[in-house]
Structures are given as structure tokens and as C-alpha cells.
Nanobody
């Protein structure tokens, strides 16, 4: 069993930056693990934001955040991060970290996630 805990959400203004972190506990991640961020805005479906391969650090981003968001990980701490710059009101959502232990999809799909965090709210005011 893996437990994921997000932190770092909050209220910011458009153009500001915010950093999220996700700490995992319960098991040591293998090289095949993909650590991910998804988000869900009010009234919308959950969407992919970013992912990073635990081994090698290959990353993937959704088009709408590419160039503004950056995902990274600290293998020793079993933690990954989402640095969000130039935030826009349309980035307002609950952000979830998730981990894909077994699927081969790349970029990862929400249906392939094995564990999810409870989410952290990011609100960007205009």
C-alpha cells in the first residue's frame, strides 16, 4: 500500500508562482514507476498535467502547461514536485498527485494510476 500526501496549494494572483510537493510512503519505488500530477477544475473532468519517470527522469507535460510548469523528483525522499510559474486563472483546480506502478502508457493516463493523493486546491485570481 502506498500513501501519497500533497502540500503547497493556496491562493495566488495571476502571474505568480507556486510549488506543490507529493510525498510517498509505504514502499520503495522501482525504476518503472511514473510519478504524476493531474488536476480537476470545477465542473470539468480530471486532466493530465505532468509526469516523470522515476528512473531516468524523462518528463511529459500537457500542452496547456508546457513552458510554465516543471516536474521534478527526489528519489531519496520519495517525493516529487510541481513548480508552477506564470499561473493563470484557468489553472485553478484541485491538483492530485498519483503514481503509476505498472502500466506502459506514456504519457500516463488517469485510468492507469495505482494510487492517488487526496488533492490540494490551487486558486489563481485574476
Amino acid at each position: 500500500q502506498v500513501q501519497l500526501g500533497e502540500s503547497g496549494g493556496g491562493l495566488v494572483q495571476a502571474g505568480d508562482s507556486l510549488s506543490l510537493s507529493c510525498a510517498a510512503s509505504g514502499r520503495t519505488f522501482s525504476a518503472y514507476v511514473k510519478a504524476c500530477w493531474f488536476r480537476q477544475a470545477p465542473g470539468k473532468e480530471r486532466e493530465f498535467v505532468a509526469a516523470i519517470r522515476w528512473s531516468g527522469g524523462t518528463v511529459a507535460y500537457a500542452d496547456r502547461v508546457k513552458g510554465r510548469f516543471s516536474i521534478s523528483r527526489d528519489n531519496a525522499k520519495n517525493t516529487w514536485y510541481l513548480q508552477m510559474n506564470s499561473l493563470k486563472p484557468e489553472d485553478t483546480a484541485v491538483y492530485y498527485c498519483a503514481v503509476d506502478l505498472t502500466s506502459t502508457s506514456w504519457p500516463p493516463r488517469s485510468t492507469g494510476m495505482d494510487y492517488w493523493g487526496k488533492g490540494t486546491l490551487v486558486t489563481v485570481s485574476s
